[in-house]
């Protein structure tokens, strides 16, 4: 994990997928701001007290994250001081629009990502799934495990019958759904194991 500063009030914070390993911090957790990753972020700010002296007191913060690590990901933590607060973060925002509005206009076309990605706890569940996803779903379909859990990557064009939020519905009668697509797929890319690479969806129908 590398801490650095960036300004007066600015930190950036590189985390590794290694160093959630390390603390026993997995993605669902992060996703769920369960007390293990509200323990993984306070111990962080610690750390950046201690390096850097980037003293929380009296202050509030604005957390960024800034995509395209190849490392892990990266987040850029802002310290607003409580005089002037309302103003002070109206004026940041503002000012931030100002300067990147082409930029997050163009990150915004990426916001909708062209894939859904589910956990599940058993292959059972995903079995039931397929078979009721049979005619209503005929786009590609991945299927990792990583830990406990198994990962079905699916894309939205392989839609049929269901809008993609009856389709969403369904998946989350077996399955719960993972918000950061592009995280978790270089997360599985990287830590996860391939079990069935193509027509995952196919193969659960027939053999399982």
Known sequence: ?????????????????????ERNVDLESLNYNSPAA???????????????GFSLADSQLIIEPVPDSD??????????????EFESIHKY???????????????SRRVSSPFLIYSFKSMDDMSELARRLEMHYS??????????????????????TYGVRMFELLLAEYGVKITNNSFMEGYLNEHGEKIIE???????????
């Open 71 to 84: 490392e892990g990901f990266v987040i850029n933590i802002t310290r607003i001081d409580d005089e002037g």
């Open 1 to 21: 994990m590398k801490i650095e500063r960036i300004g007066d009030n600015i930190i950036r914070v590189t985390i590794t997928y290694n160093d959630l390993e």
């Open 38 to 52: 509200q323990e993984f972020f306070w111990d962080l700010m610690e750390q950046a007290e201690e390096q850097l």
């Open 93 to 107: 925002i503002k000012n931030r629009m100002k300067k990147s509005d082409l930029r997050v206009k163009k990150k």
């Open 139 to 160: 786009g590609e379909s991945t299927l990792y495990r990583c830990g406990d859990s198994y990962y079905l990557l699916l894309t939205k064009s392989g839609l049929h």
């Open 198 to 208: 193509s027509n995952a969806l196919e193969v659960l129908r027939r053999f399982y």
